[in-house]
């Protein structure tokens, strides 16, 4: 029996890595949402970790434009309290995966990049997760893994899929940004690889470092938003697209976030599913299905 501990457990991810890894018998599993550990704290993290083979962080501060205005705040979530993760890990011997962000990279690349191509944030958010990066380097060379992801969205909480349905039941058109582009990824297809991932990890397959738990294939929000109303049965011709400066933010965004995948080679665990695949996939699931029905409905107001 392995023990697994998953901080953020009542997050949109957590819950997936939660459900995920209940269906297998040979998992024992402890939540902690942020109400039952406060990962700032050293000592009850300290206090967590102890009796677990496996800790997958989840936890996070999330609020992009929120850490703009806050960076020592997103930064002790983000980065702080990932190194406190990071050195009880090494105390106890426990594997760490560690989920971090494309927004630790510029965002001026031409081509996908690499697990090792250089860093630089553009944001207070990216900084901190950063930060957290290095922490999980630095204390845990042997046994820490930081998987970075992007554009997630699931069943679980706000994010930009749901958004989009819903707004398709009280506006005509949506204008949605065209020039940044990314890889949206199902926090389900996530999970499944990083609790493939720790089991590989503790089989000795998996070398630590990073690696990058994003859909393959990449597109731009617009491109998104088209393909959830084409496959929900609306109309994409609904979707304007527009510049990013239609929607000035506190936080820059980085224009280029699609992440390379070649560390999984050496793991035997496989990439992720095209985008377009997981989002078919994600949305035959109820609460997406419940949005599209509703949004299908005659009763739509312009505006």
């Known amino acids: 029996m392995t023990t697994w ?18 269906a297998d018998p040979d998992a024992e599993v402890t939540g902690r949402t942020r109400a039952g550990l406060d990962i700032t704290d050293p000592r009850a993290v300290r206090a967590t970790v102890a009796g677990h083979r496996v800790v997958v962080n989840c936890a996070a501060w999330t609020d992009v434009d929120g850490a703009e205005s806050d960076e020592e705040a ?25 989920v971090s962000t494309d927004y630790v990279f510029p965002g001026d690349a ?29 204390l845990l060379p042997h046994t820490g893994c930081t998987v970075r992801t992007a554009w997630l969205y699931g069943t679980h909480g706000r994010n930009f899929v749901a958004t989009v349905l819903d707004l398709a039941r009280r506006r005509e058109t949506l204008d949605v940004v065209a020039d940044q582009h990314g890889q949206p990824t199902w926090s389900r297809a996530l999970a499944r690889q990083l609790a493939a991932l720790g089991r590989a990890a503790l089989a000795g397959q998996a070398p630590p470092g990073v690696y ?34 239609a929607f000035p933010r506190p936080a820059a965004r980085p224009a280029y976030g699609v992440l390379g995948h ?26 997406f299905a419940e949005l599209a029905a509703a949004a299908r409905t005659p009763a739509l107001v312009s505006g």
């Not at 501990?5 to 209940?22: K, N, S």
């Not at 990071?86 to 011997?93: F, L, N, P, Q, V």
């Not at 031409?110 to 553009?122: F, I, K, S, V």
């Open 110 to 138: 031409g081509r996908p990049y690499a697990e090792d191509a250089p860093t630089g944030p553009l944001n207070a958010y990216g900084r901190g997760k950063l930060f957290g990066e290095r922490a999980v380097a630095e």
């Open 262 to 287: 070649g560390r999984w080679r050496r793991t035997g665990v496989p990439c992720q599913a095209a985008w377009q695949v997981q989002l078919a996939a994600a949305l035959e699931t109820s609460r």
């Open 74 to 98: 997103a930064t002790a979530v983000n980065g702080t309290g990932v190194r406190h993760l990071a050195r009880a890990c090494a105390e106890t011997g426990a594997v760490l995966l560690h």
């Open 212 to 245: 990058h738990g994003t859909a393959a294939g990449h597109t731009t929000w617009y491109g998104l938003a088209r393909e959830t109303y084409r496959l929900s049965g609306l109309d994409p011709e609904r979707i304007r697209p527009v510049g990013s400066e």
């Open 5 to 22: 501990l998953v901080t953020g457990a009542g997050g949109m991810l957590g819950r997936d890595v939660l459900a995920e890894l209940a």
